[in-house]
């Protein structure tokens, strides 16, 4: 079965900073825009980034932007999302996603496999 796994998550002061990691079972991520999402309990899942198959193009949620940035290492076979500032709105379940395609959007809707999530918390 392709899923993916995350890891990274944690407990994290607010201006902190963590390094989230999405990495494949069963597949290769190099033909795969990834994105990641997340979900705060009570609130609908969101996105938050994506990046292209060639590492290339990025894209970021505006409550993000300038904060976070999304990189893969294709060699490695894994995309990283480091999280700086960190904010206590910024706590929940993140979860990277796979769409096979260059490109993607932060329309969960479009995407092929899922990670099970990881917690985030953002709290002094």
């Known amino acids: 079965q392709l899923q993916l796994v995350e890891s990274g998550g944690g407990l994290v002061q607010p201006g902190g900073s963590l390094r989230l990691s999405c990495a494949p079972s069963g597949f290769t991520l190099y033909k795969y825009a990834i994105g990641w999402f997340r979900q705060a309990p009570g609130k609908e899942r969101e996105g938050v980034s994506w990046i292209s198959s060639g590492g290339d193009i990025t894209n970021y949620a505006d409550s993000v932007k300038c904060r976070f940035t999304i990189s893969r290492d294709n060699a490695k076979n894994t995309v990283y999302l480091q999280m700086n500032s960190q904010k206590p709105e910024d706590t929940a379940v993140y979860y990277c996603?796979?769409?096979?395609?260059?490109?993607?959007?932060?329309?969960?809707?479009?995407?092929?496999?899922w990670g099970q999530g990881t917690q985030v918390t953002v709290s002094s």
């Open positions: 996603a796979a769409r096979r395609a260059v490109i993607a959007t932060l329309n969960l809707n479009q995407y092929n496999y």
